[in-house]
């Protein structure tokens, strides 16, 4: 059931207002009227929480006990901000709303223009706990609903009252925390920001296994090598991520491949001679029964499309990871 208009939904703290200023130029994109986003943009799956351990803290004191920090608290608080930020991508695109791979400590970009809403759309079947904003007194926050049973997906609405404005949402849900960097400008604004959850299609893999051995037989999440890149030109159909699990490796690609013509994949063997090889399609994924150095997507005959993809060993460890 959607519930038109909008809420405002105060913070637990009273924060003070950012100060109005000039904003940095959002990219050049058209906006597209505000709609929300399909159920369609990231199924639900099981949800699974991965520990992370903190490394071991390097001392920062001298021989004499003395501190001596490379830059200062707040100089070190602004570089990690930058780095952390995760502005749009126009290969991450679902229609007009920006997919940005879900991380943990990642701040996401928000574009936003007077008069124009913007779509915040949650996980389908993800429970919204609280929502948190640095300035509520020049920017409008509801919520509502889209879908019903598992597929009822919540959606935070923002919409700035004047161009120049900063701010940031610090949105809680039963499954995780997102932050997101909102700006607003005098004319372009994106109609709404989605994420994906890399883990949750592995496990759902795993799942699928599970009920049918033909199609990924003993797919181990903890064992999973992310050490691929991906070169060459950029398609739609250019994947998002390769990995393996020591025997069969996993190409994903965007939602939209079933969409058009999807290229064959290719191994680059001895000598560098291309070579067909076995695999299957599982729903956006490729999934390859062997392990290879490089392989080529191709796709075209005049003006042919190559996306490569190399298994780089340079990067060291095995694990977890959605880059």
Known sequence: MIRPGFLIIPSAISLSACASGAAAAPPNAAYLAATLVSDEVAAAAPVRTAAVVAPAAKSPLSSKGRKHPSAPPLARVKAANRAAV????????????????????????????????SDIALQPGETLVSVAAGDTARWVIG???????????????????????????????????????????????????????????????RGSAAADPAVAPGVAVEALNFNYRIDGDRPPWRPLRAFDDGQQVFIEFPPTLGQGEAPPLFVIGQGGRAELVNYRVRGHYYVVDRLFAAAELRLGEKRQQVVRIVRDDSRRGRGRSGS
């Open 143 to 205: 919520d509502t609903s889209s879908g019903s049973g598992p597929k009822r997906r919540t959606h935070i609405l923002v919409k700035p009252s004047a161009a120049g404005l900063r701010t940031n949402m610090v949105i809680a849900t039963d499954r995780r925390v997102y932050h997101v960097e909102i700006e607003s400008n005098a004319g372009t604004a994106m109609a709404g920001i989605a994420w994906s959850y890399p883990e949750d299609p592995l496990l759902a893999l």
């Open 86 to 117: 995760q502005e749009p991508n126009g290969e991450s695109y679902v229609g007009a709303v920006q997919v940005y791979p879900w991380a943990d400590g990642a701040l996401y970009r928000l574009y936003t223009a007077p008069e124009q809403v």
